[in-house]
């Protein structure tokens, strides 16, 4: 049974903004197919009773107190920036749909 | 057709911790920009972001009065989306396991009252602000609000006008502001609100395709926004359209909404758990803590105004409506002051003074104790209530005593009948026509020799007193 289409695919690649030749989304197609068969084989478990695990940790609470600590330097912060006019990072025009 | 609006709002409000929710760069506004920034916000490789506890704790106090249930266990979640204001290209956000949910919050619209259900509160970090007015045709990023804790309200489709709309955003923000987790300033973007629109046949129960406006940028902007976004979907239904589901823009100078763009197919956010964030557990006892810091919240003081110091409903909410005056107006109470009396010099004659100048109440020269001492000179007859409205203008510009003002000035009230009497006999020598007139039955001209009489006394005789001995003159002299 076919769990992935070319469709699956080319719509992950795409969330991804990646571009994939056709060699590669056909790989992926059998690829991401057999993940999803491992999923078959998992659910083939009887999981009455277990809670779901939500976070692979076992930990909880780890904080820290609300306390400022320094920043970097303005400079070094904009090192690594592909473009910059000394106080943003500047980037290609972005049409502001404000997206949060 | 008649139809019936159905709206839910989203509200994002900055919590005001000192540090970011997991680094500790400051969260100071008005730093210049990419100062506040560190690898953690800046989404450098490797990094490990750490929560702040306060952030948490501020997040349960407004799920708390927002009567929610607060999670027991809750974890963050990463949402997943390519944008230039977020470089690691997922937002810290909560999914399916937020921090507060099913709540309520009582609002008062039309005259009536009504409960909006709260659907979720939960914690996230904000994004970094995007510039378009960088030349070179480039957008500039500043990563300073990038890690800013956020906190994202969520109400159920409760909400049935713009006028309803407009009346939670004012609660809502009352309440952050009384329990002092944010500044609530949307001019700065500490409080962004958005509204989820549509309208349905009145008396039917299915939801129509709704339109979501955001960028507003003030709660009256809002109210227009919804107003004409409902008139516009009701009108296409009516020529045989359809609503698209989008995002829309707000032109406040043209009073228009307008396409941002269409929402094709909903996001697809990925949400998974973030493995870089362990489960926030908030157990009985925290909550219980928690729930014994809040301050006393604006309905229970509302009421407590209403039934302890006799005010008018409409007094105790204009009292009530800033903690601030709140806190102020008690303050003055407390020495002793007449209630109704403290609080008509302090939302009126006050108020006017602090509009006129553009002033805060707490950076008022008027203090506390000293309206309280100028409200004493007139419950003891000291002043007039007239002469007080200038001490109170004295104290406003100068920061004076009221007393020192009143003997500067030499402004205490003539209660001596001997002395009012004597200046009742000039104005009605000085005054032939007029008196004649009043004595003819013209009661109205009374009104003028009175003014006549506290003008000759520089408007310090007791006023009571001047009616009373001017009339008993003018009988005498007839």
């Known amino acids: 049974m076919a769990k992935i289409t070319k469709a699956d695919v080319e719509y992950v690649a795409g969330l991804a903004q990646l571009t994939l030749d056709e060699a590669t989304k056909e790989k992926l197609v059998g690829e991401m197919g057999d993940i999803l068969a491992y999923m078959d084989k998992l659910n083939e478990l009887n999981t009455d009773g277990i809670e779901p695990t939500m976070h692979v940790l076992e930990m909880s609470n780890v904080f820290r107190e609300d306390e400022v600590q320094p920043s970097l330097d303005r400079e070094a912060a904009l090192a690594n920036a592909p473009k910059t006019d000394g106080e943003y990072f500047l980037v290609p025009k972005i049409l502001d749909t404000g997206d949060e | ?478």
Not at chain 2, 22 to 51: D, E, K, Y
Not at chain 2, 435 to 451: C, D, H, N, Q, Y
């Open chain 2, 1 to 478: 057709m008649k139809y019936e609006p159905v709206i839910g709002m989203e509200v994002h409000v900055e919590l005001s911790t000192k540090s970011k929710v997991f680094c500790g760069c400051s969260t100071n506004f008005h730093a210049p920009a990419n100062s506040n920034v560190c690898p953690v916000c800046l989404g450098m490789p490797g990094v490990l972001p750490v929560i702040n506890k306060r952030a948490v704790e501020m997040s349960v106090m407004v799920g708390l009065a927002l009567n929610c249930t607060i999670s027991r266990w809750s974890k963050m979640d990463r949402k997943n989306y390519f944008y230039p204001d977020l470089a690691k290209n997922y937002q810290i956000s909560q999914y399916d396991l937020p921090l507060c949910h099913d709540g309520f919050i009582d609002i008062k619209a039309n005259g009536t009252s009504k409960r909006i259900g709260i659907t979720r509160a939960h914690l996230e970090e904000d994004t970094a602000r995007n510039t378009h007015t960088i030349g070179g045709g480039d957008s500039g990023v500043d990563f300073n609000r990038c890690g800013v804790t956020l906190l994202e309200i969520v109400t159920e489709p409760d909400i049935r006008g713009a006028e309803e709309a407009f009346a939670y955003l004012t609660e809502l923000k009352q309440l952050l502001r009384y329990l002092d987790v944010s500044d609530c300033n949307m001019e700065e973007g500490s409080l962004r609100a958005e509204a989820n629109i549509s309208i349905r046949p009145t008396g039917t129960e299915s939801f129509g395709t709704k339109t979501e406006v955001k960028n507003v940028a003030s709660f009256s902007g809002i109210q227009k926004a919804i107003e004409f976004e409902i008139a516009r979907q009701a009108k296409l239904i009516d020529e045989g359209g359809k609503v698209v589901q989008e995002t829309r823009g707000w032109d406040a100078d043209r009073g228009i909404t307008f396409s941002q763009r269409a929402k094709e197919s909903a996001h697809d956010y990925r949400y998974f758990p973030d493995p870089d964030l362990v489960p926030i557990v908030v157990d009985e006892a925290w909550e219980g803590r928690i729930r014994e810091s809040l301050p006393e919240l604006p309905q229970a003081r509302r009421a407590r105004f209403e039934s302890g110091y006799g005010l008018s409903a409409y007094d105790a909410g204009v009292l009530t409506a800033e903690k601030e005056m709140a806190d102020y107006y008690e303050a003055v109470v407390k020495q002793g002051c007449a209630p109704k009396q403290a609080a008509n010099w302090l939302s009126v004659e006050l108020q006017a003074l602090l509009t006129e100048h553009k002033q805060e109440l707490t950076a008022s020269k008027v203090t506390a104790d000293r309206l309280a001492a100028m409200l004493k000179l007139i419950e003891d007859g000291t002043i007039s209530g007239k002469i007080a409205k200038e001490v109170l203008l004295d104290m406003f510009e100068s920061g004076k005593e009221p007393k020192a003002i009143v003997e500067e000035k030499n402004l205490v009230q003539i209660s001596d009948t001997s002395a009012i009497e004597s200046a009742a006999r000039e104005v009605i020598a000085a005054n032939p026509g007029p008196v004649a007139e009043f004595r003819s039955g013209k009661e109205k001209t009374f009104g003028f020799l009175v003014g006549q009489l506290m003008k000759a006394t520089k408007g310090k005789a007791n006023p009571q007193m001047a009616n009373e001995v001017l009339r008993k003159v003018l009988k005498e002299t007839e």
